[in-house]
T-cell receptor, first 115, second 114 residues
Framework: NAGVMQNPRHLVRRRGQEARLRCSPMKGHSHVYWYRQLPEEGLKFMVYLQKENIIDESGMPKERFSAEFPKEGPSILRIQQVVRGDSAAYFC?????????????FGPGTRLTVL | AQKITQTQPGMFVQEKEAVTLDCTYDTSDQSYGLFWYKQPSSGEMIFLIYQGSYDEQNATEGRYSLNFQKARKSANLVISASQLGDSAMYFCAMREGTGNQFYFGTGTSLTVIP
């Protein structure tokens, strides 16, 4: 059973470009979470999605960031007009159910560098 | 206030010795879960151990155990018989009630000395 897949693992963008980060949850998992890890910090929650629905985006910046989890295909975190402060590791996690003791299984992360 | 506090930025332990990594949490919920993850230099997040707020016994998973002191709101991770491969960042995390997100601490960098 493959784990959570994220691609690309490393992404370099120039200021003003768009970044698209992909996440394929574990088989059978319908709950996806995105986190951001700035250098030397812990992970910070961004958004929680179920298939085709954004459930909680309280941690998502109001501008330039969006996320989707379509019926078919991976979840996408999209960052428009990237700035240097967007440089971070972005982790996706999935779980079969929400809440309770259900652990979140993390992908390997995408390391975004904005030049 | 911080939901999760890890006060040890870095720790050293001799190989084969035990080490305790501290974690305190802040919540007003009665129901919550506490998790520890390991992040090696390769960057992935590896789940280690879980403790529920209603669990009466401290969680154990192999060489990992969780020293859960509910009244003190602490959930320290104990690693016994440290191995060189234990060198990594360790993150404590909490989920409140039926909440969706995990709150993570800032992590502790553990170095195992041969």
């Amino acid at each position: 059973n493959a784990g959570v897949m994220q691609n690309p693992r490393h992404l370099v963008r120039r200021r003003g470009q768009e970044a698209r980060l992909r996440c394929s949850p574990m088989k059978g998992h319908s709950h996806v979470y995105w986190y951001r890890q700035l250098p030397e910090e812990g992970l910070k929650f961004m958004v929680y999605l179920q298939k085709e629905n954004i459930i909680d985006e309280s941690g998502m910046p109001k501008e330039r960031f969006s996320a989707e989890f379509p019926k078919e295909g991976p979840s996408i975190l999209r960052i428009q007009q990237v700035v240097r402060g967007d440089s971070a590791a972005y982790f996706c996690a999935s779980s079969p159910l929400a809440g309770g003791r259900n652990e979140q299984f993390f992908g390997p992360g995408t390391r975004l560098t904005v030049l | 206030a911080q939901k999760i506090t890890q006060t040890q930025p870095g720790m050293f332990v001799q190989e084969k010795e035990a080490v305790t990594l501290d974690c305190t949490y802040d919540t007003s919920d009665q129901s919550y879960g506490l998790f520890w993850y390991k992040q090696p230099s390769s960057g992935e997040m590896i789940f280690l151990i879980y403790q529920g707020s209603y669990d009466e016994q401290n969680a154990t998973e192999g060489r990992y155990s969780l020293n859960f002191q509910k009244a003190r709101k602490s959930a320290n991770l104990v690693i016994s018989a440290s191995q060189l491969g234990d060198s990594a960042m360790y993150f404590c995390a909490m989920r409140e009630g039926t909440g969706n997100q995990f709150y993570f601490g800032t992590g502790t960098s553990l170095t195992v000395i041969p």
